[in-house]
Each structure stands twice: as structure tokens, then as C-alpha cells.
């Protein structure tokens, strides 16, 4: 299986801003969806965006008009741009598609 890296991740302050990144291959973003999840100490992993091939996208409540989720078939990569950051959204962040393994995810952390 396919597994996919994650990278992007860092501290910044509440109301900071973070670009991850996540790289596949072989057009896999052009075929199938391509999710962002995170998980929390202590909290269960969450999905936080997802994004079809042709576009379509899903966010959580919690972060609606705050993140942005793309892919880039050119680049074989995804992002979440994450914007107005808040200290709930401190976790272990991991991309995810359809025959994948897990990575290792990338750290964000919001902090003052």
C-alpha cells in the first residue's frame, strides 16, 4: 500500500497561519478523495476536511471558513491551509486516501 507523507507542521501563535502538504504519486489525488485528519492527546482522531476528485469538499463544523483543503494533480499533493488558528486545533495532523497507510502525520501546535 501506498503511504502518504505529511509535512507543514510547526508552532504558531492563536490567529496564525499554516500550510501542510501532503504528497501521494501516481495521480492519486486526480482518482480518489484525499482527507486531513488530526488527533489530539487524550481525543479521538477526527476528520477535519476532505476533498473529491472533481472538487467537492467537506469540513468539520469547527473549522468552516478557517481551513482550506486543495490538491494540486500536478504536484501530486494536497494541502490544508488553516488560517485563524486556534489552540483547540493543536493535534497530530495526517492525510489519508483510499488504500493508504498511515504516516506518521506533522505537529501543529497553537500556542501564545
Not at 476528485?53 to 481551513?67: E, I, L, Q, T
Amino acid at each position: 500500500q501506498v503511504q502518504l507523507v505529511e509535512s507543514g507542521g510547526g508552532r504558531v501563535q492563536p490567529g496564525g497561519s499554516l500550510r501542510l502538504s501532503c504528497a501521494g504519486s501516481k495521480s492519486r489525488f486526480s482518482t480518489f478523495w484525499v482527507g486531513w485528519y488530526r488527533q489530539a492527546p487524550g481525543k479521538q482522531r477526527e476528520l477535519v476536511a476532505s476533498i473529491t476528485p472533481d472538487g467537492g469538499a467537506y469540513y468539520v463544523d469547527s473549522v468552516k471558513g478557517r481551513f482550506i483543503i486543495s490538491t494540486d494533480s500536478t504536484k501530486d499533493t494536497a494541502y490544508l491551509q488553516m488560517n485563524s488558528l486556534k489552540p483547540e486545533d493543536t493535534a497530530l495532523y495526517y492525510c489519508h486516501s483510499p488504500l493508504t497507510t498511515w504516516g506518521q502525520g506533522t505537529q501543529v501546535t497553537v500556542s501564545s
